[in-house]
């Protein structure tokens, strides 16, 4: 037998705060399945009311006589101001090409150990060993491969609830404009230049129609001051500037072979910055916020 399922004319129940509408179905075995198909029938918003009730009353072999009600949400105000917060410390990797110390060297006629410079094996042999100035990976056409490595990684999730009044659709276009983007100022107690916006996404909220609840994903990459990289030092990187290495041939004093060595480190600014107070959620850290 077909489903079917219509509405009695002329019985709606409406007020300022509810309406009740009055469904029939036929054709269905159990009161479970009804209700069930009621339910997908029937919309969960009507007008700005939300759906609270689905009675069901059977009155005949496969007959069922449905009333929905629609109604206001029991909610809890959102309070601008206050938000919710998560963090994580995964995902991140990064490729470098150089060490963070001399390295240890093995050859067929003994070892090379980097942080005393010394030698131990054949007398005489040590010129076998290259002095790679900690690049990793030298292939033998004098490039440097390097390796990836795990990252320090600290990200966080923000969640607020924002009036919609105040907030329009132009500011989700504001938001995707600043994807991707770094904060040009100090931003929860961290330094210009840390913070990532990574994206964000939002709609209306599930406790209030009237508020827009948005959730905002940050990552922070920490500040370097006076990093080594071979023999150049005094190396000083912004969080999410860019630090490479340009490496030239030169000839090992020792081996007298030539092999890739630093000999510029260029740190070059690849991401705009914007002023993180036009996000509309406050700049400053929470008292239970993570020391970084």
């Not at 129940?13 to 399945?33: P, Q």
């Not at 994580?88 to 005393?116: E, M, P, Q």
């Amino acid at each position: 037998m077909a489903i079917e399922w219509w509405e009695f004319p002329n019985t709606a129940e409406m007020s300022a705060n509810s309406a009740t509408l009055h469904y029939g179905m036929s054709g269905v075995s159990d009161r479970t399945t009804a209700r069930f198909l009621a339910l997908g029938y029937t919309p969960l918003l009507f007008g700005y009311l939300y759906r609270t009730d689905c009675q069901i009353r059977e009155v005949g072999p496969g007959l069922y006589n449905i009333d929905i009600t629609w109604g206001t949400k029991d909610k809890q105000e959102p309070t601008e101001g206050v938000w919710k917060w998560r963090f994580t410390t995964s995902g991140d990797t990064r490729h470098v090409t150089y060490g963070k110390a001399a390295a240890n060297s093995y050859t067929k006629n003994g070892k090379y150990v980097g942080s005393t410079s010394t030698w131990t094996g054949i007398s005489g042999a040590a010129d076998d060993h290259i002095n790679h100035k900690m690049a990793i990976n030298v292939t033998d056409d004098g490039d440097v491969d390097g390796v990836d490595i795990p990252d320090r990684a600290f990200g966080w999730t923000e969640e607020h609830d924002l009036l919609l009044s105040s907030y329009s659709f132009l500011y989700a276009q504001t938001l995707g404009a600043y994807k991707g983007f770094v904060n040009s100022a100090t931003f929860r107690g961290m330094a210009a230049g840390t913070v990532r916006f990574e994206d964000s996404d939002g709609g209306p909220s599930d406790t209030n129609p009237e508020y827009l609840h948005v959730v905002y994903n940050f990552r922070y990459s920490p500040n370097v001051t006076g990093a080594t990289v071979g023999d150049i030092t005094g190396i000083d990187k912004e969080g999410w500037e860019y630090a490479w290495v340009r490496y030239e041939q030169a000839v090992d004093d020792v081996a007298k072979k030539t092999t890739p060595i630093p000999r510029q480190v260029d740190v070059i600014k690849v991401i705009d910055s914007f002023d993180f107070s036009l996000l509309g959620i406050g700049t400053a850290a929470p008292t239970d916020w993570p020391i970084v």
